[in-house]
């Protein structure tokens, strides 16, 4: 029988009490008995958890009528649920240790589909936001749980493609959430946008109960927990989320509320990582981070994060307010990045093993700047096909990046702890993905008001192009029987409408920019990647 041994701190206090995790013979080996199957069924909850991410978003106007909420209220229901799923993230090693990778993800699950029958059936904010927090807490334990396991199914040849599975689900899922969330509203009602995970987290739950079992190495273990710990990183992680998810409609640091999240979750982080780095036995195992390959993937991956969800969240916006695209023409417009994605990740996997992840990295840095850089010539007039090949390009630089960085920030981590690993990994794309929203956010409020200030102060009483404008539209107003003061006043106000267009679309070139200089300036960071076995003194092997 194989066994699994791992090096230990000499320094370490004793041993808490183990027990051995509960494993079916024909899982253990190099993971290669039904892996497509294990796949197929982490990778279904998966899809489910990161959909719901964006899938309520064009849903939100509906939901506000129906709970009484107002449009700054509704919001709630998109926080809570990314609130919950990035405090819940950092404890994947911890709660895996303690309750066995299988069971965890088995709870997570049925608290996942059972949350999401609750939020069909609310009628009052208050009860929406409390289920969509605990949907929240289920969804992040299964996409982290769903990516160790996957990186253990796959023997070492094939982590490439491993990756590039779970990257699909990832990625692409919140690409297809705001068109299928949109499809479904229109057809049926709000509630089934939930609804729907019913039957599926069933489907997967079955799958999961008899094809996914813990490894042999996994030892299961009831020592103390850090409640301490686990306190500061509540509060610190909380409220830095809070912040970034409220930080544009309190205007930011000119609130009070704001600056009290800020020092809270500054705060909080500082004592949590000092409490962690000295305590023998920590509820989130920072010292990961030590491993330069780990933790400069993990930085590399929070420029995707901010990167992708920073586009998602200003090219649907671009597109419907001012090209006025509807919900569905702009989602078929994001359709070239989401199939680019999906072609080219399996490819990206199979060729890492030849390339190596500082290549694709970089060329998939390189491909993404590029095509933030294209999407910078921007103007009203810009139509499908002015933005569907700098969204191949971005979906192919994208692919590169995800498929390497996942395969690569692993491969230097020892077996038993790619769960904890796993949870810091996706914990930084989810907040980078926040910080990244609330950039873009900013970046395009401040430059639109800057560029409409400039605009409107060339396009003055001594402009000639624009006096003759509004004469000529203040006479076709008047030959249609309006009134001279009406019609000039109309005139203007007109004229301030394509002002702000300008300075919106002027703005968004800006935000575009600055993503593209993001990606330039990320490359150094890919010489400290690593493909190689893990760190020496870590031992991983399984000993026949």
Not at 17 to 29: L, Q
Not at 258 to 265: K, N, S, T
Not at 277 to 294: Q, Y
Not at 474 to 502: E, H, W
């Amino acid at each position: 029988m194989a066994t699994a041994t791992v090096q230990r701190d000499q320094t370490s206090e004793p041993e808490p009490e183990r027990e051995p995790a509960s494993v079916a013979p024909e899982s253990r080996g190099d993971g290669e008995p039904h892996k497509w199957l294990i796949a197929g069924s982490v990778m279904i909850g998966t899809i489910m958890a990161v959909l719901d991410t964006s899938i309520v978003n064009v849903a939100l106007a509906d939901m506000s009528g129906t709970l009484g909420a107002t449009v700054e209220q509704i919001t709630w229901v998109v926080t809570g649920y990314m609130l919950s799923n990035v405090l819940v993230m950092p404890m994947m090693g911890m709660l895996s240790a303690r309750f066995g990778r299988k069971k965890l993800y088995l709870a997570s699950l049925a608290i996942f589909t059972i949350a999401s029958m609750l939020c069909g059936l609310a009628r009052s904010l208050p009860t929406m936001v409390a289920v969509r927090a605990l949907q929240g807490i289920g969804g992040g334990v299964i996409m982290t749980v769903a990516q160790a396991i996957l990186r253990e199914t796959f023997p070492a040849k094939e982590q490439g493609i491993a990756m590039g599975i779970f990257g699909m689900g990832v990625v692409l899922a919140p690409a297809f959430g705001p068109t299928l969330g949109g499809w479904i509203t229109d057809q049926y009602a709000w509630p089934w946008i939930f609804y729907i995970n019913v039957p599926i987290g069933i489907i997967n739950y079955v799958l999961v109960q008899r094809f996914v079992h813990d490894p042999h190495y996994l030892v299961r273990e009831k020592g103390a927990v850090d409640w301490a710990g686990l306190a500061l990183m509540i509060g610190g992680l909380g409220a830095l989320q809070l912040m970034l998810e409220e930080g544009t409609s309190e205007d930011w640091f000119e609130s009070a509320f704001i600056w009290r999240l800020f020092l809270i979750g500054v705060i909080g982080l500082a004592l949590f990582v000092w409490r962690e780095l000295r305590t023998e036995r920590p509820a989130v195992d920072l010292r990961i981070m030590k491993n330069a390959g780990f933790s400069s993937a993990t930085a590399l991956n929070g420029v995707l994060g901010m990167a992708l969800m920073g586009s998602i969240f200003l090219l649907p916006m671009f597109m419907q307010q001012i090209l006025r695209f509807n919900a569905m023409q702009a989602g078929e417009a994001l359709m070239p990045r989401s199939l680019a994605m999906a072609v080219l990740m399996p490819i990206g996997g199979r060729i890492y093993n030849r390339a190596g992840p500082k290549i694709l990295v970089a060329a998939g840095l390189l491909l993404s700047a590029l095509s933030f850089v294209q999407l910078s010539h921007m103007t009203v007039e810009t139509g499908f096909w002015d933005l569907f090949w700098p969204q191949v390009l971005q979906g192919a630089g994208f692919s590169l990046i995800f498929v390497a960085l996942t395969t690569a920030a692993f491969a230097t981590i020892e077996r038993p702890k790619v769960t904890a690993a796993a949870g810091l990994y996706n914990v930084v794309r989810t907040v980078a993905g926040s910080i990244g929203v609330a950039l873009a956010a900013s970046q395009l409020t401040s430059t639109t008001q800057a560029n409409h200030a400039v605009l409107a102060e060339r396009a003055n009483v001594g402009n000639p192009a624009a006096v003759t404008w509004v004469q000529q539209a203040t006479a076709g107003m008047v030959s249609r029987g309006m009134d001279v003061a009406t019609a000039r006043m109309r005139a203007l106000k007109l004229l301030d409408g394509i002002i702000t267009r300008q300075s919106v679309v002027l703005a968004l070139n800006h935000v575009f920019v600055l993503i593209a200089i993001l990606f330039f300036a990320s490359l150094p960071m890919v010489l400290l990647l690593r493909a190689g076995k893990p760190d020496e003194g870590h031992e991983v092997a399984i000993a026949e």
